[in-house]
T-cell receptor, first 113, second 113 residues
Framework: SQTIHQWPATLVQPVGSPLSLECTVEGTSNPNLYWYRQAAGRGLQLLFYSVGIGQISSEVPQNLSASRPQDRQFILSSKKLLLSDSGFYLCAWSGTRQGGEQFFGPGTRLTVL | QQQVKQSPQSLIVQKGGISIINCAYENTAFDYFPWYQQFPGKGPALLIAIRPDVSEKKEGRFTISFNKSAKQFSLHIMDSQPGDSATYFC????????????FGTGTRLTIIP
């Protein structure tokens, strides 16, 4: 069966510090991968998605970036965090066999102070 | 064209009652409509999904009703229980090759005893 991991689970960072969030998927190959952000009590904002290694599409211009160094690894980064980067970051995957269904990871709660 | 409008924003239902959440879309190219359930601090989990070739899909106490001509779909939770208290998101997808889900803004459902 497929599983998706995210770490860390929680993170408190000062403004201006760098960020690296990691997501890995097990039990499937060549998944589509997604990064979402969810502000407190709000909906899901798609940040990046990837259909393959090294292929990243950005949905929202901001100071975040994403990379996919391996087939089942997706990384969200920032060189300098802003207060507005606080939120709940969710990684998700989908595959052609799943017919469009996306499966979400447990999320990372990021607080920028 | 890409929006999915969800209502209500919040909903309070008595235990044993029927919870109804509605969504509407504009893009007639959408052909997959999932509902996600999210508990506080957790990632969303796929609850039930429907394709436009059927008007209704039922899984246990959860039913999706789909009206293609009105471009609307809704989630019905029968015999609502306190454990159903969560945030619910509708979503829509436009075919394979475009694996980005368009999410509604979410409904916070509270089931009271």
């Amino acid at each position: 069966s497929q599983t998706i991991h995210q770490w860390p689970a929680t993170l408190v960072q000062p403004v201006g510090s760098p960020l690296s969030l990691e997501c890995t998927v097990e039990g499937t190959s060549n998944p589509n991968l997604y990064w979402y952000r969810q502000a407190a009590g709000r909906g899901l904002q798609l940040l990046f998605y990837s259909v393959g290694i090294g292929q990243i599409s950005s949905e929202v211009p901001q100071n975040l970036s994403a990379s996919r160094p391996q087939d089942r690894q997706f990384i969200l980064s920032s060189k300098k965090l802003l207060l507005s980067d606080s939120g709940f970051y969710l990684c998700a995957w989908s595959g052609t066999r799943q017919g469009g269904e996306q499966f979400f990871g447990p999320g990372t709660r990021l607080t920028v102070l | 064209q890409q929006q999915v409008k969800q209502s209500p924003q919040s909903l309070i239902v008595q235990k044993g009652g029927i919870s109804i959440i509605n969504c509407a879309y504009e893009n007639t190219a959408f052909d997959y409509f999932p509902w996600y359930q999210q508990f506080p601090g957790k990632g969303p989990a796929l609850l039930i999904a429907i394709r436009p070739d059927v008007s209704e899909k039922k899984e246990g106490r959860f039913t999706i009703s789909f009206n293609k001509s009105a471009k609307q779909f809704s989630l019905h939770i029968m015999d609502s229980q306190p454990g159903d208290s969560a945030t619910y998101f509708c979503a829509a997808l436009r075919g394979f090759g475009n694996e980005k889900l368009t999410f509604g803004t979410g409904t916070r459902l509270t089931i009271i005893p």
